[in-house]
C-alpha cells in the first residue's frame, strides 16, 4: 500500500502513542515517533524534508510543547512544518495559546477517532488539493 503522508508524533504517554500509531498505521500513514521535546526536535531536524504533518502534546517531560512549536515556527527550514496539536487541556484559554504559538489544529483528548481522522484525512486532502491545482497552473 502507498503511504498517504509522513507524520511525527509527539506524544510522551506510551498508551496514547500506540493508540494514535495503530490508527494513522492502519489508515496507511508513515509514523515518526518522539516521546518528549527534545527527540522531537532532532527528529524535526532529521526528517523536516519528509514530515508532512506534526501531531504534538502540550505535556512532556522536558521541553514544554508550545515551546517547540515556537521553536518549530521560528526557523526558516521549518516554519512551514503544520503542526496539530492533541491535548488534554481544553480550555479556550489553552487553544488560543496554541494557536497563537503557530498550531494549525488543536485536537482534544481523549481521542474521538471520527474527529480526529476527519481532521488529518481533510489536511491530506487539502495538500493533494493544492498540489494538484499548483501543477495544473504550470501547464
Do not use: W
Not at 71 to 96: G, H, M, R
Amino acid at each position: 500500500m502507498n503511504k498517504k503522508g509522513t507524520i511525527l508524533i509527539t506524544e510522551d504517554n506510551t498508551a496514547n502513542m500506540k493508540l494514535i500509531r495503530d490508527v494513522l498505521v492502519f489508515y496507511g500513514y508513515e509514523i515518526i515517533e518522539a516521546y518528549d521535546g527534545n527527540t522531537a526536535l532532532e527528529k524535526i531536524k532529521e526528517y523536516k524534508d519528509k514530515i508532512d504533518l506534526i501531531l504534538m502534546d502540550l505535556q512532556l517531560p522536558d521541553i514544554d510543547g508550545l515551546e517547540i512549536i515556537k521553536i518549530v515556527k521560528s526557523d526558516d527550514s521549518t516554519k512551514n512544518l503544520p503542526i496539530f496539536v492533541i491535548s488534554a487541556y481544553v480550555q479556550e484559554i489553552d487553544i488560543k495559546k496554541a494557536l497563537k504559538a503557530g498550531c494549525n489544529n488543536y485536537i482534544t483528548k481523549p481521542i474521538s477517532l471520527e474527529d480526529f481522522m476527519g481532521k488529518i484525512n481533510a489536511f491530506f486532502m487539502h495538500c493533494i488539493t493544492n498540489k494538484n491545482n499548483a501543477s495544473d497552473n504550470t501547464k
